[in-house]
Nanobody
Framework: VQLVESGGGLVQPGRSLRLACAGS????????MSWYRQAPGKERELVAT????????NYADSVKGRFTISRDSRKNTVYLQMNSLKSEDTAVYYC????????WGQGTQVTVSS
């Protein structure tokens, strides 16, 4: 089983980034997919979730209206479109797959700074 994140980097406040997480080794379409993040000195927090059935989405209050989670089951990939980025969005972002088991990616660094 693998979850491989990509798309992180350094970006100025107000700009956008899109993260991607490619899954393999499990039945991607059966799993709820989420993005979490962890900033230095803070606990890991849930950012967004998209369900396997119906594609329902949920977001942390801090990112509502700015971030969008989506999935492409043909490509076994989940995305996080991040707009209007703020310095407080700086963190390592992790992809998570949850159903019969709980899988995590290795994380990708997002740094928002001028």
């Amino acid at each position: 089983v693998q979850l491989v994140e990509s798309g992180g980097g350094l970006v100025q406040p107000g700009r956008s980034l899109r993260l991607a997480c490619a899954g393999s080794g499990f039945t991607f379409s059966s799993y709820d997919m989420s993005w979490y993040r962890q900033a230095p000195g803070k606990e890991r927090e849930l950012v967004a979730t998209i369900t396997s059935i119906g594609g329902r989405t949920n977001y942390a209050d801090s990112v509502k209206g700015r971030f969008t989670i989506s999935r492409d089951s043909r490509k076994n990939t989940v995305y996080l479109q991040m707009n209007s980025l703020k310095s407080e969005d700086t963190a390592v972002y992790y992809c998570n797959a949850r159903y019969m088991a709980d899988y995590w990616g290795q994380g990708t660094q997002v740094t928002v700074s001028s």
